[in-house]
């Protein structure tokens, strides 16, 4: 009786081991993909995730070839050959491994291969455990990339927290100058000017990074030489899987002919922008001197204008003169004429007429003085009428000579106002760029 109930005690236990075993395959195939293999690489069977993984249908896989997941590269490969060996002795394998599934897609697999042995240690059959961990490849590989691409592109260096260099790459320090060996350990302010050091924003700019804040802009450094680099950069704090930070990485872009460039540009703007506003002044000044002008030219006019009117009162006053001439040369032809009629009357009453015969005779004479001073008044008087002409004449050619004056010297102001008012669209211009220029 007592061998009857031990006998029941050993076989449920074994059945208990045996349903675990069972339980334990289970939850294997539920959660990982699994391939089976005959010691030379045929295919047995597969789970379904397995199947789901490489694309493929169980009917389309029993009986090939672990080639089939394989690039011919690898296939032609000593080390393929190689890995099947190794797996036939024995050996098992653990790694992540590039497949390729169904339409030639490549994957990656983090896997086991496990040997199955028998109770004399022959290889029966291989297993396969796989993971399907391709997005974390292409993840892992973007990565490296970009962070390949970064080290070639821009200047990396990284500092502890407190300041220190760490590592820097071959861009950093070809752009500024030195050897690692130069600032492995020593400080960032080894990179900055002496005011800068000694001032409270470098204190609050670590302050900052060691609260984990990000920093970024153009900063003005110094090199090896003590010659002044602008770098373009980011300071950014790195936190480890714990969330802890424990560096700061910083990638630079050296700018530093960029910015000379734009201090230059800004330079001549600001001596451009001065040069405009010196040019609208002297603008303004010219037109202020050509509006004086035009009025000085108007106040000529006006002025030739009134000797016009008197030289023409003037040339009037003569023409009465001479009238006035005439009459008195027709009062002395009748005076003489009166004299010789006198004489005659004193000649026929002989002694007694000899009297009034002089009186006769001196009138006779006054009124050829008359007639001669006459002449020459009404000679005179002829000269002055030419002479008032001409005068008027060449008054007439004076006032059309300021009348073209005035109107080329309105025309020069409009033409003035029109420089001015381009001066003041360049001072504008130039000044709106001025300001771009200095908030860059």
Do not use: C, P, W
């Given at each position: 009786m007592f061998t009857t109930i031990t006998s029941g005690i050993l076989s449920r236990l074994a059945w208990q081991r045996r349903s675990h075993r069972a339980a334990t395959l289970n939850a294997l195939h539920d959660a990982i993909a699994i391939i089976e293999f005959t010691p030379e690489g045929r295919i047995l069977t597969a789970n379904d995730l397995f199947l789901t993984c490489m694309g493929y249908t169980l009917a389309e896989i029993v009986g090939q070839h672990h080639s089939l997941f394989c690039t011919s590269d690898l296939i032609q490969s000593p080390q393929y050959a190689d890995f099947w060996r190794r797996l036939n002795r024995g050996e098992a394998f653990s790694d992540k491994f590039l497949r390729v599934a169904k339409h030639s897609r490549p994957i990656w697999l983090e896997a086991n291969y496990v040997p199955v042995q028998?109770?004399?240690?022959?290889?029966?059959?291989?297993?396969?455990?796989?993971?399907?961990?391709?997005?974390?490849?292409?993840?892992?590989?973007?990565?490296?990339?970009?962070?390949?691409?970064?080290?070639?592109?821009?200047?990396?260096?990284?500092?502890?927290?407190?300041?220190?260099?760490?590592?820097?790459?071959?861009?950093?320090?070809n752009t500024m100058h030195y050897q690692a060996s130069e600032i492995i350990g020593h400080h960032h302010s080894q990179f900055c000017t002496v005011e800068l050091r000694n001032s409270p924003e470098y204190q609050q700019f670590w302050q900052k990074l060691n609260r984990g804040e990000f920093i970024s802009g153009q900063f003005q450094r110094v090199n090896k030489q003590g010659d002044t680099v602008w770098l373009r950069a980011t300071y950014n704090p790195i936190f480890s899987e714990s969330g802890e930070l424990y560096k700061v990485v910083k990638f630079a872009t050296d700018v530093t002919t960029q910015v000379e460039k734009n201090q230059q540009e800004r330079k001549a703007?600001?001596?451009?922008?001065?040069?405009?506003?010196?040019?609208?002044?002297?603008?303004?000044?010219?037109?202020?001197?050509?509006?004086?002008?035009?009025?000085?030219?108007?106040?000529?006019?006006?002025?030739?204008?009134?000797?016009?009117?008197?030289?023409?009162?003037?040339?009037?006053?003569?023409?009465?003169?001479?009238?006035?001439?005439?009459?008195?040369?027709?009062?002395?032809?009748?005076?003489?004429?009166?004299?010789?009629?006198?004489?005659?009357?004193?000649?026929?009453?002989?002694e007694h007429g000899r009297s009034f015969a002089v009186v006769a005779n001196e009138v006779r004479t006054l009124a050829a003085n008359i007639n001669r001073a006459t002449s020459e008044i009404e000679s005179k008087v002829q000269q002055n009428h030419l002479l008032a002409d001409k005068a008027l004449q060449g008054i007439e050619s004076n006032l059309k000579r300021a009348d073209q004056g005035v109107a080329l010297a309105q025309q020069a102001g409009g033409v003035m106002t029109e420089i001015r008012d381009s001066a003041d669209d360049v001072v504008r211009a130039i000044s709106h760029v001025s300001d771009t220029l200095k908030g860059e």
């Open positions: 028998d109770r004399s240690g022959r290889v029966i059959k291989i297993i396969k455990l796989a993971t399907d961990i391709t997005g974390h490849i292409v993840d892992a590989q973007e990565q490296r990339a970009m962070t390949a691409a970064i080290e070639r592109s821009m200047a990396v260096i990284a500092f502890n927290l407190k300041g220190e260099v760490l590592q820097a790459n071959a861009n950093f320090l703007a600001q001596q451009a922008y001065q040069t405009a506003q010196q040019t609208t002044a002297n603008t303004r000044l010219g037109a202020t001197v050509i509006e004086n002008s035009v009025q000085t030219m108007h106040d000529l006019a006006s002025d030739l204008q009134g000797i016009s009117g008197d030289i023409n009162n003037l040339s009037n006053s003569s023409d009465r003169i001479g009238a006035i001439v005439e009459d008195i040369r027709s009062i002395a032809n009748q005076t003489n004429l009166l004299a010789l009629n006198a004489a005659i009357e004193a000649a026929r009453a002989g």
